[in-house]
């Protein structure tokens, strides 16, 4: 079974652009998790999609959206990206029941010049 | 605030030793998962090792293994026979579940840079 894939798996943008990055989630999994990786804030959970809906959000702006399609796909987006955005951005996807174990992907490195 | 502590930001240990990592945490809720994860270099995240607060017994995984004090919300990971492929940041972390359903997500430690000397 294919594992958690994320595209693309660098980035390179600007202050006050927008970004958008995509995860597809371990086959048969519906839901799908998204954390930001900073050497000073460590690892913080951003947001949780099932079957389409946010189900869980952390404490993060609303610069930082996402949406999930039909086939579990995800895709996170920051608008008016800022110097502290660049992170690496993990996704994690998860079977039906909370109590399922998160599987993450290799990550999206995000650098904002 | 809930909160995980690894009071360890660097770990040594030779090849073939045992080393034990320790994480305590915070969290007034009585329902959660408690999990083990290492980030090599690479920076995939990779599930270690995963306890069930409920459950008195402590996790193992062949080499791995917990020491789970839920009274004292201590969480250790032992590392037996350390092999040059344990190198990585090792993160403690725990999800709480929601009596309604569903899960919160993640809360991570700071991280414990594992170093194994050949």
């Known amino acids: 079974k294919a594992g958690v894939t994320q595209t693309p798996r660098y980035l390179i943008k600007t202050r006050g652009q927008q970004v958008t990055l995509s995860c597809s989630p371990i086959s048969g999994h519906r839901s799908v998790s998204w954390y930001q990786q900073t050497p000073g804030q460590g690892l913080q959970f951003l947001f949780e999609y099932f079957s389409e809906t946010q189900r869980n959000k952390g404490n993060f702006p609303g610069r930082f959206s996402g949406r999930q399609f039909s086939n579990s796909r995800s895709e996170m987006n920051v608008s008016t990206l800022e110097l502290g955005d660049s992170a690496l951005y993990l996704c994690?996807?998860?079977?039906?029941?909370?109590?399922?174990?998160?599987?993450f992907g290799p990550g999206t490195r995000l650098t904002v010049l | 605030a809930q909160t995980v502590t690894q009071s360890q930001p660097e770990m040594s240990v030779q090849e073939a030793e045992t080393v034990t990592l320790s994480c305590t945490y915070d969290?007034?809720?009585?329902?959660?998962?408690l999990f083990w994860y290492k980030q090599p270099p690479s920076r995939q995240m990779i599930l270690v090792i995963r306890?069930?607060?409920?459950?008195?017994q402590n996790a193992t995984e062949n080499r791995f293994s917990v020491n789970f004090q839920k009274a004292a919300k201590s969480f250790s990971l032992k590392i037996s026979d350390s092999q040059l492929g344990d190198a990585a940041m090792y993160f403690c972390?725990?999800?709480?579940?929601?009596?309604?359903?569903?899960?919160?997500?993640?809360?991570f430690g700071k991280g414990t840079h594992l170093i194994i000397q050949p």
């Open positions: 969290t007034s809720e009585s329902d959660y998962y």
């Open positions: 306890q069930e607060a409920y459950k008195q």
């Open positions: 994690a996807s998860t079977g039906e029941a909370a109590t399922d174990t998160q599987y």
């Open positions: 972390a725990y999800r709480i579940l929601f009596s309604g359903g569903g899960a919160d997500g993640l809360t």
